[in-house]
């Protein structure tokens, strides 16, 4: 019997691949402006773009320097998470995740976090992982702390909501050393 975890699931949220069939469900939450805040998006993408994103996904995070796998909850599509802005000489990351609006609340990003680090620390050699939220955005704070990410700074003036600016905490999270 093999004594090593699986890197991928936890009996209940799984990570895996993308595959042509997350276009659309892709397509519908990067185009979703209410979440832009939280993240660098400035406009639309087009279904053609995504469609050549997925298909010429490159799985090599030490090449593309990035890793995007959906999260699937009870055997649903519940999100996508990913890994961004790789340093392979410090071995750290940025983390962003997505969880759908209608699957909100349930602790699965949390979940998906913990198999998503785990994955990173023991798989990748990753040391540390980093995030940025908003100050104002309590839900995310709270995800990143019940996830384990420490605030390790605030960052001014950091993210524009219209026509202000909010700032930002920096968060990160080490991971257990093997």
Same mark, same amino acid.
């Given at each position: 019997? @093999?004594?090593?975890?699986? #890197?991928?699931? &936890?009996?209940?949220?799984?990570?895996?691949?993308?595959?042509?069939?997350?276009?659309?469900?892709?397509?519908?939450?990067? @185009?979703?402006?209410?979440?832009?805040?939280?993240?660098?998006?400035?406009?639309?993408?087009?279904?053609?773009?995504?469609?050549?994103?997925?298909?010429?996904?490159?799985?090599?995070?030490?090449?593309?320097?990035? #890793?995007? =796998?959906?999260?699937?909850?009870?055997?649903?599509?519940?999100?996508?998470? &990913? #890994?961004?802005?790789?340093?392979?000489? @410090?071995?750290?990351?940025?983390?962003?995740?997505?969880?759908?609006? +209608?699957?909100?609340?349930?602790?699965?990003?949390?979940?998906?976090?913990?198999?998503?680090?785990? =994955?990173?620390?023991?798989? =990748?050699?990753?040391?540390? #992982?980093?995030?940025?939220?908003?100050?104002? @955005?309590?839900?995310?704070?709270?995800?990143?702390?019940?996830?384990?990410?420490?605030?390790?700074?605030?960052?001014? +003036?950091?993210?524009?909501?219209?026509?202000?600016?909010?700032?930002?905490?920096?968060?990160? =999270?080490?991971?257990?050393?093997?």
């Amino acid at each position: 019997m @093999n004594s090593y975890p699986d #890197l991928l699931s &936890d009996g209940i949220i799984q990570l895996r691949a993308l595959e042509p069939s997350d276009i659309d469900t892709l397509l519908r939450w990067e @185009n979703d402006s209410r979440a832009w805040a939280s993240s660098t998006t400035a406009a639309p993408f087009s279904r053609h773009i995504i469609e050549q994103y997925v298909l010429a996904y490159d799985t090599d995070v030490f090449a593309s320097r990035q #890793l995007r =796998l959906m999260i699937v909850d009870h055997g649903h599509t519940a999100g996508a998470i &990913d #890994l961004f802005e790789f340093d392979p000489v @410090n071995r750290r990351a940025g983390i962003g995740i997505v969880i759908d609006p +209608s699957m909100r609340g349930r602790g699965i990003a949390t979940g998906a976090i913990a198999l998503f680090a785990r =994955l990173c620390g023991e798989r =990748l050699g990753i040391h540390q #992982l980093w995030a940025i939220s908003a100050v104002s @955005n309590t839900p995310a704070r709270h995800m990143l702390e019940t996830a384990r990410f420490a605030i390790a700074g605030r960052l001014k +003036s950091w993210i524009r909501q219209g026509s202000s600016y909010d700032d930002a905490y920096f968060y990160q =999270l080490i991971l257990p050393q093997r």
